[in-house]
């Protein structure tokens, strides 16, 4: 299978119909194609992988000038580009292959390999959860076009821990037996990509050119990995996968022998990988707590939307205080809302993968001015706020009727998945900075304490003379309005 000409990306066309293309298919038709069709993590392999392609044809571009001019060129160019590097993208056979290592056996002779299930991050294989996946103990032959999927994500994703050792070159592979996160894993690391009215559009909108690289990446532009194979650990071609924009965007995280079989795998450690401060990835979001700068973490208690205003920060280099993907540099002044994906691969600390979550909004060009995202960042803290008063009157409900469980999590739930059906009321702040000047009364004010009533109500049951009674204690906490001081937006420029 060659991932130029065979079909396997999955891809939305203009009427909504999902097909699989090839990367020649793909290119040729992406102003007409809406978007990908993958899960959030695929669809950031994914990204990388075409974007790196579209960049490497381009050479570039060398500027914001450059880049300007450039979404015309890129079609015929990578057509080009994909002709010349087709060898390199086969998934099987002799030669090289794409994303594997070759003179790549197992360790033992009788090692038989890992399962090629193994590297779908979804299914249950190894230690991976059986959330989604009732077949765990089913062997099962992947095809070719979900394992060419299943390789690129795997190489971007795939968490630290212990590992098997294979013989690369007739030497051990790396780590002894363990391995790192793989670049797009540390932290949990929130990704975000710009997007265009189609998948051409996309790719453009997420272009870097060579001067905002060099400001940004030590490494420098570099090289895709298929222009300078890695064949040994060390080296030039290993500093430029490791170290350089391209050379990271498709990443050899993992040592990996496929079996045409579609059973099974030879799996192991692979090259290492800088992190955060000694690398930055273009699509993460850098924050600053505690004097400290690091990533911006997804988490499954924080909606992505309560951190769009760090995600917004514009800001081509020395980011002392934090910025967000480096593609917003892209955007002009002067805009429309622009649309923004926005997604992440969630891990705890030992390695194990919890969750993927993603959402997709159109921000106002509010959001991209510091008055703009202050009052944005106000309303966040009043819907926090009003959270912390709707707990405690769960809590002042709870303890008159000595309740050993107070429903908690049920009226944090049921709260913010009230107050998240009015972002529309949130995103009025950064168009209209005014209005948090009554911050209680304005639209969003008002659904916020709504979804907080809704919220008590639902958690805390009136339906015997005793509830009533403690139901009208804990309300009369929520009812409670301290006074307010006036909010402040921060007046720095950007």
């Given at each position: 299978m060659n991932l130029i000409i065979d079909?396997?990306?999955?891809?939305?066309?203009?009427?909504?119909h999902r097909d699989l293309f090839s990367l020649n298919e793909l290119f040729a038709q992406a102003h007409?194609?809406?978007?990908?069709?993958?899960?959030?993590?695929?669809?950031i392999a994914l990204m990388r992988l075409l974007l790196c392609i579209t960049q490497a044809a381009l050479d570039g571009p060398a500027d914001e000038d450059a880049w300007a001019q450039c979404q015309p060129l890129i079609q015929p160019r990578v057509h080009a580009y994909l002709e010349k590097w087709r060898?390199?993208?086969?998934?099987?056979g002799d030669g090289p292959r794409f994303l594997q290592l070759a003179n790549l056996t197992p360790g033992k002779e009788s090692d038989e390999g890992n399962a090629a299930t193994k590297l779908d991050l979804a299914l249950a294989t190894g230690n991976n959860s059986t959330l989604f996946d009732n077949l765990a103990g089913d062997k099962r032959s992947i095809k070719a076009a979900r394992t060419a999927i299943n390789l690129v994500t795997f190489q971007n994703f795939s968490p630290c821990g212990r590992i098997g050792i294979a013989k690369w070159n007739t030497k051990d592979t790396p780590g002894k037996g363990s391995s790192n996160h793989a670049p797009c894993t540390p932290s949990s690391m929130v990704h975000t990509f710009v997007l265009g009215p189609c998948l051409i559009g996309t790719l453009f909108l997420n272009l870097l050119n060579k001067e905002t690289i060099g400001e940004n990446i030590t490494?420098?532009?570099?090289?895709?990995i298929w222009e300078?194979?890695?064949?040994?650990?060390?080296?030039?071609?290993?500093?430029?996968?490791?170290?350089?924009?391209?050379?990271r965007l498709v990443p050899l995280s993992r040592a990996i022998r496929l079996d045409e079989n579609g059973y099974s795998i030879i799996l192991a450690n692979g090259l290492d990988y800088p992190i955060f401060p000694s690398f930055r990835e273009v699509s993460a979001t850098i924050v600053k707590r505690e004097e400290e700068l690091g990533l911006l973490s997804a988490s499954l208690n924080r909606n992505l939307w309560r951190q769009l205003s760090a995600i917004t920060v514009k800001r081509r280099a020395g980011a002392e205080n934090g910025a967000g993907p480096l593609a917003l540099i892209n955007l002009p002044e002067r805009r429309e809302d622009t649309t923004v994906w926005v997604g992440?691969?969630?891990?705890?600390?030992?390695?194990?993968?919890?969750?993927?979550?993603?959402?997709?909004y159109s921000l106002p060009s509010g959001m991209f001015s510091e008055f703009g995202r202050s009052a944005y960042e106000n309303g966040v803290a009043y819907a926090e706020a009003r959270e912390g008063i709707l707990i405690r009157a769960v809590k002042t409900y709870a303890n008159s009727l000595k309740v050993a469980a107070p429903a908690y999590n049920r009226a944090r739930q049921c709260f913010w998945t009230r107050v998240e059906q009015h972002l529309s009321g949130l995103f009025d702040l950064a168009r209209n900075t005014d209005l948090i000047a009554d911050l209680p009364n304005c639209a969003w004010g008002q659904a916020v304490q709504a979804a907080a009533a809704h919220a008590y109500e639902q958690s805390c049951p009136r339906q015997t003379p005793r509830q009533i009674q403690a139901f009208a204690l804990g309300l009369r906490q929520l009812n409670f309005r301290p006074k307010a001081n006036p909010p402040t937006i921060n007046t720095a420029h950007e």
């Open positions: 079909p396997w990306i999955p891809a939305l066309r203009a009427n909504g007409e194609l809406r978007d990908l069709a993958v899960k959030p993590h695929e669809r060898a390199s993208f086969e998934l099987f490494g420098g532009w570099g090289r895709p300078l194979p890695v064949t040994t650990p060390t080296g030039e071609s290993a500093t430029n996968a490791g170290t350089t924009y391209l050379g992440a691969l969630i891990a705890a600390g030992n390695g194990k993968l919890v969750d993927v979550i993603e959402s997709t």
